[in-house]
């Protein structure tokens, strides 16, 4: 296996697991994980919720959801910043992929790739990611389940 196999496959185990860490939220609407990774230790986790301390509700009673929900990239890098790790050159692994203002929180955190395999409705996170020098990977669904 060459390492570009070996990336793969890792690639597929990390995004399973964030999609597992995604089945935390309680959020209704769309349940979202990410890891972020660094020589291949899991230093940071998140998942789409309320800030500490609030309800475990996301959505208003419309529907909608509440503007103060944050994204699972911002949860695990705050997470991590607030730990004694560092995010620099790490990799980012998101079950959707990253809005504009996750991908603006991700070019300051210093990571330096991200692997998703869910497009988000909107593609401008992904295109400001590729603006920054970060290497963004796609693998659908069905990539993930050849890999198990």
């Excluded at 990390?14 to 939220?25: F, G």
């Excluded at 959020?27 to 660094?38: N, S």
Aim: aromatic share 6%; proline share 2%; with cysteine.
């Amino acid at each position: 296996m060459d390492d570009k196999e070996k990336q793969l496959l890792l690639d597929n185990r990390y995004l399973r697991m964030a999609a597992i860490w995604a089945e935390n939220s309680y959020c209704k609407r769309r349940q979202v994980g990410a890891l972020i990774v660094k020589d291949k230790m899991i230093i940071s986790d998140g998942y789409n919720g309320t800030p500490s301390g609030f309800e475990n509700i996301c959505e208003d009673e419309n529907n909608i959801t509440k503007p103060y929900v944050l994204h699972a990239e911002a949860n695990a890098i705050t997470k991590v910043a607030c730990s004694h790790n560092s995010s620099f050159g790490a990799t980012m692994y998101v079950t959707s992929s990253p809005c504009i203002e996750c991908a603006k929180l991700i070019i300051q955190a210093g990571i330096k790739r991200v692997v998703y395999n869910e497009l988000y409705t909107k593609t401008d996170g992904c295109e400001l990611l590729k603006r920054a020098g970060i290497e963004v990977v796609s693998l659908n669904k069905e990539d993930i389940k050849q890999t198990i």
